[in-house]
């Protein structure tokens, strides 16, 4: 609420209009902000990624390894499993227990997207418990 204030005039009357200069100032510095944000909110970098120094996770009694070989055969354990059959190939090797974790291992050869592939058909199976298996880099002290 604003009051106009006039010398002529012994009581105070209302303005009814809507000052819009403290709006306009706040319009500008969050226009300012995002013209500096949108760039760089931009991922358009190459990125070679580091090896994990991640402290190693105990593994259980009889863990389930699936394998990527390099050109792109599965294996669960040590046996061949056709891309249609590893449904069924999983259920007997986890006793049909979804709640498993599956150990995920690639070679470093594998294109990125037969990977997300091979993890699309374990999430279609029912195994959403993924591990990505890598080596461990000993960090230097």
């Known amino acids: 609420m604003s009051v106009r204030l006039d010398h002529g005039e012994e009581s105070l009357t209302e303005v009814h209009e809507i000052n ?6 706040v319009m500008l510095v969050l226009l300012i902000i995002f013209m500096v944000a949108a760039p760089l ?11 994990s120094t991640a402290e190693p996770q105990q593994r259980p009694d009889k863990p389930v390894y699936m394998t990527v070989k390099p050109d792109l055969t599965l294996a669960i354990g040590n046996v061949f499993v056709p891309r249609d059959r590893v449904q069924s190939a999983l259920g007997s090797a986890t006793a049909g227990n979804k709640d498993t974790v599956i150990f995920l291992r690639a070679d470093k050869t594998v294109p990125y997207g037969e990977l997300i592939e091979v993890m699309n058909i374990l999430s279609k199976a029912g195994y959403l418990k993924i591990a990505l298996v890598g080596l461990e880099k000993v960090s230097a002290p």
Do not use: E, K, R, S
């Not at 819009?20 to 100032?25: Q, S």
């Open 41 to 51: 909110a931009t991922v358009d970098i190459q990125v070679n990624l580091p090896a």
């Open 20 to 25: 819009v200069t403290p709006f306009i100032d």
